[in-house]
């Protein structure tokens, strides 16, 4: 072959060369841009996605869950008093000279301290519309000095039936999302008695009236939660989670899902500890909030027996739940009803006083409550429409004793427990 036809065919084999290169320049090039063009499709679902659910989301009322009251007024805060009827408990208090007095596990008062008042981020989701139900001491059993003919246990034998105590609010609790009370004393069967003054215990079937009155919901940081050891606390956890109650308090905390709204439940029992329990307030508010709560609820066992007014430490610790992201705040133990304070759009109520109340056969002081709140939550957070409902109630269905039978306000009691509600919350 001559130096001339060599030179021919590597030419030839260079611009073949060179044509496979382009045509994989190409090809890669196309490849390149056939990437480019889907991630741009994509992306361009994706903010279409994000612009448009949003506007049909609010297009898309959550359904409203009744408040049993004669109107409503849709305002942040806003407080509505019940106007409907239930039995008749009107008549003037017999002052009794059996008044209670607790094992004095109380809290030494001491001066407020700064809060933390940092930006509380929530991690929940939920979107929907949660009425609660909020009510004070629930003691469901009796000392074992208690006059036997009188007492709580005699009178569930006199009646027969569990549904006998909650009987006259029933229709109340049966109506809302989520009933709360403070079940303070033990349902157990344990025999050894912790050495204080008041000691409660029921019968393990006792949970029943909570089941019968449509209860859903107990806290059991209170002073009267181990009065038969910690066996008597741990019975009765397991009572009234068997059935199907949520129990919470102390590092137990809870999450209450209903209506596709989380409700974090949280229970603080400050008489031992003081302001020194505002450590474990903090952290179980956060441990909820990280659990996707989309409201927070934070029940006190806390204050004076006794006392109409909240004192400092009462109102430091309420002040700083609602700082940390608390939506209500509840409280109980002074046995009596307090205000009601509105502080940076949250409701803080006091006290809720007694309410189905076996540690005492007749106090001179039968006024109670339940109060109400509907909650409505878009996408994890609380909107600015919530309604508020105080229920006026006596802890009994007679004046002359109690009956433990609590029962809602009419006439004149009616009009009496709403005026002092209104005195005792505009004195904080």
Known sequence: MSTREERIRQEKARRRRKRQIRLRIRQIVAIALAVLIVIAAITMVVLLVRLIIPNKKENVQPAATEVPASSTEEESGSLQLYEGSGNN????????????????EEADVLAPQETDT?????????????TISAAGDCTLGVDENADESTNFAAMYEEQGYAGYFFENVKSVFEEDDLTIVNLEGTLTTATEREDKTFAFKGDPSY??????????????ANNHSHDYGTQSYED???????AGITSFGYDRTAIQEVNGVKAGLVGIYELADGIDCKDDLLTNIKKVQSEGADIVIVSFHWGTE???TPNDVQKELAHAAVDAGADLVLGHHPHVLEGIEEYNGKNIVYSLGNFCFGGNKNPSD???????????????????DNVTNIIPCTISSTSDYNDYQPTIAEGDKKQEIEELITQYSSEL
């Open 366 to 384: 039968k006024n109670t409550m339940i109060f109400q709140q509907t909650f409505t939550v878009k996408d994890g957070q609380v909107t600015q």
């Open 236 to 242: 009765t956890i397991s009572n009234v989670e068997a």
């Open 207 to 220: 949970v029943e009236i909570l089941t019968e009155g449509s209860v859903e919901a107990v806290n059991l």
């Open 306 to 308: 006794k006392e109409y």
């Open 118 to 130: 940092s930006s509380v981020k929530k991690s929940g989701s939920g979107t929907g519309t949660i």
């Open 89 to 104: 408990a009107s008549g003037n208090e017999k002052d009794s000279t059996t008044e209670e007095s607790e094992d004095g």
